[in-house]
């Protein structure tokens, strides 16, 4: 399987950025490539790497990326909130389509808030060359010991933090210890916290950055491609986060996984890339 990384220039508001990227497979075998967007927002692709396996198994181009403000991408500095936004992923999205010459001609799959922002351009850029869609995870549900922690601002009490990392072991991922690249992924949000603080907030569990009101629900009638959901029976994301899109979506598919939590590709990955392949290759 062959890799390629490299940067792409990237402009917006009137500054030039870069974007890391990393292609396992050939984008010039003729098979439609896949673009995979990471979580977070603020943590790093490195826990995507499992997808790679389409392309040996598959022959499927993956096409990796830090999204601007991580990993190894563009860390701008002093930018206000509002520079924070969805359409600026959007539009490091369409200049990564660019720079491949792939517009025409791609599937996209997002996982947690890769898949909120792969349902957020599917619905309001109706990229006509997107032939699948796969959107992996959303939101979480809340405790009340956190939310508490959260009003008091009490989060670095050793309760909070105790209370969250129950919260992960349970919902987020079971393997004990985690996998070495979902490690990875989180210690590129510790480094540079921005893009997380800044959208998201103190944690995922009481939003109030400028994620807080988002929403695509309106325009997800719009999404004409072939699009797959996929949750697990303890992750995270409950049902009621996929049933606006299952109801709005005119072609779709939903799976979920049991005894899995909010990454199955690390605790089912057999299940989990049949049923991505099959989609893929078949629908």
């Known amino acids: 399987m062959s890799e390629i990384t490299g940067t792409i220039p990237f402009v917006y508001g009137g500054e030039t950025y870069h974007t890391w990227y990393k292609v396992a497979g050939d984008l010039q075998s003729g098979v439609r490539p896949l673009i995979a967007l990471h979580g977070g927002p603020g943590i790093s692709h490195r826990y995507m790497l499992p997808h790679a396996s389409l392309s040996k198994s598959h022959n499927i181009p993956v096409i990796f990326y830090d999204q601007i403000g991580i990993g190894q991408s563009s860390h701008p500095k002093d930018k206000s909130k509002e520079f924070w936004s969805v359409d600026l992923f959007m539009d490091e999205l369409d200049n990564l389509l660019d720079h491949f010459k792939i517009r025409d001609n791609f599937d996209l799959l997002g996982h947690s808030w890769g898949g909120m922002l792969a349902a957020h351009y599917a619905g309001y850029r109706r990229p006509s060359g997107m032939k699948h869609l796969i959107i992996g995870n959303a939101s979480a549900s809340m ?112 799976v979920q996984l049991t005894h899995c939590t909010h990454i199955p590709f690390f605790e089912a990955p057999g299940r989990y890339f049949e049923i991505l392949s099959d989609f893929l290759l078949n629908v």
């Open 143 to 254: 405790e009340e010991m956190l939310r508490r922690h959260e009003r008091e601002g009490t989060t670095d009490s050793k309760e909070y933090q105790e209370g969250m990392q129950v919260f992960y072991q349970k919902h987020v991922c079971a393997m004990n210890p985690w996998p070495e690249l979902l490690l990875e992924s989180f210690a590129a949000m510790s480094e540079d916290p921005t893009v997380y603080s800044t959208m998201i907030g103190p944690s995922e569990f009481n939003i109030v950055g400028t994620l807080r009101t988002w929403s695509c629900i309106d325009q997800l009638h719009n999404i004409a491609a072939s699009t797959l959901l996929i949750n697990a029976e303890e992750d995270e994301a409950q049902d009621i986060n996929f049933i606006p899109i299952f109801q709005s979506v005119s072609r779709v598919k939903w």
